[in-house]
């Protein structure tokens, strides 16, 4: 699981949060699916600069602890520590090796990153590595591409994104996605892995109590823009979630 493309984002990849669709659509989605905290300990993997790990912290965790593959948005992380502490923690590593910790935690986050595995291999190590990492009862929260987006429905560039196929591998579809920042775009290649491969690999792994989750609009993103504008993103939703517990 390369971090390279995203050793060349580094700090603009906090402006994806700004976009409609993140802002209004994934944010409020995966906060609401994840609820309360409080109290807990959670683990966040492919952290990137650290956007989740800092608003779970803010929401009552008793730690937090981020681990991403990508040393400039760990150092993008760690300094937006620095900047406003809240005791979260951070350090470069690669899921899919990822050992055992000094502790096993309540809860998991997994916003794109099951779908960086290249193969179902290594996807199934992933799993195994997160899971070993959890609490008996811990629960694992995942926000991915949607397995079965339709890349010949209408285009996401209103809601910030453009999403298109680029090619396939064994888990699925490769993906193609530029986030439509100003003044650069920003594009990543990741990809949809198939939901059989997902619920597989997970069950393999020891995950059980698997529930996938459609996104939804705030209401905030409906008083923002009117009900109209999000109409493609519900007739073909580019994202959706996962929850099961280890």
Wanted: with cysteine.
């Amino acid at each position: 699981m390369s971090g390279q493309q995203y050793d060349e984002i580094g700090e603009a990849f906090e402006g994806f949060k700004s976009l409609p669709l993140m802002r209004y659509g994934e944010v409020p989605s995966f906060l609401g699916m994840v609820g309360d905290v409080s109290g807990r300990s959670v683990l966040d993997l492919a952290c990137g600069t650290g956007f989740y790990s800092r608003e779970f912290k803010r929401r009552g965790a008793a730690e937090v602890f981020g681990v991403d593959i990508s040393g400039e948005m760990i150092a993008a992380a760690r300094e937006r520590e620095q900047r406003d502490p809240l005791g979260v923690g951070y350090e470069v590593g690669d899921v899919t090796e990822l050992p055992p910790l000094e502790r096993c935690f309540d809860v998991a986050l997994g916003v794109q990153c099951l779908n960086y595995a290249q193969d179902i291999a290594e996807m199934e190590r992933m799993c195994r590595s997160i899971h070993r990492n959890l609490v008996p009862g811990g629960e694992f929260f995942v926000l991915t591409q949607k397995p079965d987006y339709a890349f010949d429905c209408a285009s996401l560039e209103a809601y910030g994104f453009r999403c298109e196929p680029a090619g396939e591998i064994e888990t699925g579809r490769r993906v193609r996605v530029t986030a439509l920042l100003d003044p650069r775009p920003i594009t990543i290649v990741s990809s949809a892995p198939r939901r059989e491969v997902y619920e597989k690999c997970l069950r393999a792994a020891g995950f059980g109590a698997l529930e996938w989750v459609p996104l939804h609009v705030s209401d905030a993103g409906i008083h923002a823009y009117g009900e109209d504008f999000w109409a493609d993103f519900f007739a073909s939703p580019p994202l959706e979630m996962l929850r099961c517990r280890a």
